[in-house]
Nanobody, 124 residues
């Protein structure tokens, strides 16, 4: 089975930056779109960003456009989420996920494999 392991979460002040990483193993990495989702306490998990298998196409949630950047390094089987200008509203557990295809979906039901999550806390 595909395994996804997130890292890079932590505590940061508002306005600061964090870079999350997601290391994948167990399947051809470049064949699938890879997404980031997040879930705050008491809220539903929501879409954050997605990148196509080749890295040529990206989509972002309106709430993070202009602040977050998703990228991938297929040679390293790793996808990244660079988060700048962080706000307290960004506080959540962040999950990476591998899509069942390569459609760059924003719907979590289209993702077949999920990491265990990494906590991001933004203080004001």
């Amino acid at each position: 089975q595909v395994q996804l392991v997130e890292s890079g979460g932590g505590l940061v002040q508002a306005g600061g930056s964090l870079r999350l990483s997601c290391a994948a193993s167990g399947r051809t990495f470049s064949s699938s779109a890879m997404g980031w989702f997040r879930q705050a306490p008491g809220k539903e998990r929501e879409f954050v960003a997605v990148i196509s298998g080749s890295g040529g196409t990206t989509y972002y949630a309106d709430s993070v456009k202009g602040r977050f950047t998703i990228s991938r390094d297929n040679a390293k089987n790793t996808v990244y989420l660079q988060m700048n200008s962080l706000k307290p509203e960004d506080t959540a557990v962040y999950y990476c996920a591998a899509e069942s295809g390569n459609f760059c979906s924003y719907y979590q039901g289209d993702y077949e494999y999920w990491g265990q999550g990494t906590q991001v806390t933004v203080s004001s």
